[in-house]
């Protein structure tokens, strides 16, 4: 596989791609809460890459995509192609990206919001953080409609952070960070304004995160992206009941509508087995399970006209801990609790049978069949689990 860099060859291709867009109907900024960690903080030398995506568009769905030399699995909204909210190429390129309205210049007239096109163009593209930064260097001079931290890692290992506006940006590497892993919320190291918000989650991770001296996918999903706890600051200053919770502040919102985990691999590795560990629904009530562009294909409970069956699914779990129709903010704690103990036993399963699956792959490369079939495995694992959880709980 050529390590040239694309936008070497094609810059003209990738201004056609970012250059002005007409926003859809379901644009939308995005409130989430990411990281990164680089090889040599994780638990197995790959690198990590994280995102909760937090939205006022509650149907997600996943797909696989196809570009010339190039397929990519695609967090969207359901039934919108055209944008990407994260993803990974068939060369072990991920990104993801969190709101950063603070990268817009005073007094500068500024673009937002068409980080969704801009990642969909980067996964058709780009092999490499490199090339992702060179997207940027390309594309500073005409413009951008993008206020972001974009956050990206590759086959060769590298992981990076690009705080990013319309005409600027600056690079953080994973691996020149103390601990070797970097966390983003929805303000910039660099701003330019003071519309930046989200430290609480932010410092939240970070403090999670700094608990590992090797950190795990698994990890990430059970303990980070879960997450509802609080400074005692806000838990005082926003009393709640006994048995109850504000989630507006938590790393886990109750505006998360979903969350990726992307797992790299290492040199020599297909890159075709970087692994995408997908939450389609709020973390904290959701099961993760893999998925890989080697496939060819993606589950049919995640990809169906107009809603995935999953999402809908653990929709359905996340209404039975979210019981006070006055303000749908607050989460019982009871059921929520409840609902985990439930879902342990299958996430514990997914993980087993994961990384049983990945080791054999790596030695013995499978056909896309095989891997497009324990796909259906486990996305049917989590849909069973999902109803019989929502059965028994509903109100």
């Known amino acids: 596989m050529s390590k040239r860099p694309v936008f070497a060859i094609a810059p003209g291709l990738l201004l056609m791609l970012i250059g002005p867009a007409v926003l859809s109907p379901l644009a939308c900024g995005?409130?989430?809460t990411t990281g990164l960690v680089a090889p040599a903080a994780t638990a197995e030398n790959r690198p990590l890459l994280w995102k909760n995506r937090d939205s006022s568009v509650k149907r997600n769905?996943?797909?696989?995509?196809?570009?010339?030399?190039?397929a990519y699995l695609a967090l969207i909204n359901a039934d919108d192609t055209?944008?990407?909210?994260a993803g990974v190429n068939s060369f072990g390129f991920a990104i993801m990206n969190a709101e950063s309205r603070d990268?817009?210049?005073?007094?500068?007239?500024?673009?937002?919001d068409d980080e969704g096109y801009f990642m969909k163009s980067a996964l058709m593209l780009c092999r490499t953080v490199d090339d992702f930064e060179t997207t940027l260097k390309v594309s500073n001079p005409i413009g951008r409609n993008v206020t972001s931290n974009f956050g990206v890692i590759d086959a060769q290992g590298k992981a990076a952070f690009?705080?990013?506006?319309?005409?600027e940006y600056f690079r953080y590497d994973a691996d020149s960070a103390n601990g070797s892993f970097l966390v983003r919320a929805n303000f910039a190291l660099r701003a330019r304004s003071k519309e930046g918000y989200g430290r609480i989650r932010h410092d939240r991770a970070r403090t999670l995160l700094n608990r590992k001296q090797k950190i795990a996918a698994d990890y990430i999903i059970t303990k980070v992206a879960r997450d509802i706890e609080l400074p005692d600051s806000v838990t005082i200053k926003d009393?709640?009941?006994p048995g109850w919770r504000k989630v507006t502040e938590t790393v886990n919102r109750n505006r998360t509508v979903a969350s990726a985990v992307f797992e790299g691999v290492k040199a020599g590795e297909d890159p075709r087995l970087s692994t995408f560990w997908l939450s389609l629904g709020e973390p904290a009530v959701a099961l993760s399970i893999p998925l890989w562009t080697y496939a060819g294909r993606v589950p049919a409970a995640l990809d169906s006209l107009r809603e995935a069956p999953l999402n809908l699914a653990f929709r359905q779990v996340k209404a039975c801990a979210y019981t006070n129709p006055q303000d749908q903010r607050v989460v019982n704690l009871e059921m929520l609790y409840r609902i985990q103990r439930k879902l342990k036993p299958a996430q514990k399963q997914i993980f087993k049978s994961t990384a049983r699956k990945l080791k054999a792959w790596r030695k013995n490369p499978p056909s896309p069949t095989e891997v497009a079939n324990f796909q259906d495995e486990m996305a049917a694992l989590a849909l069973r689990t999902a109803r019989s959880i929502s059965s028994r709980y509903a109100q």
């Open 30 to 32: 995005e409130e989430c």
């Open 61 to 70: 769905e996943v797909v696989l995509l196809n570009a010339p030399g190039v």
């Open 82 to 85: 055209t944008q990407v909210w």
């Open 103 to 112: 990268m817009a210049v005073p007094g500068a007239e500024t673009g937002y």
């Open 162 to 167: 690009f705080e990013t506006g319309n005409h």
């Open 239 to 241: 009393a709640q009941p």
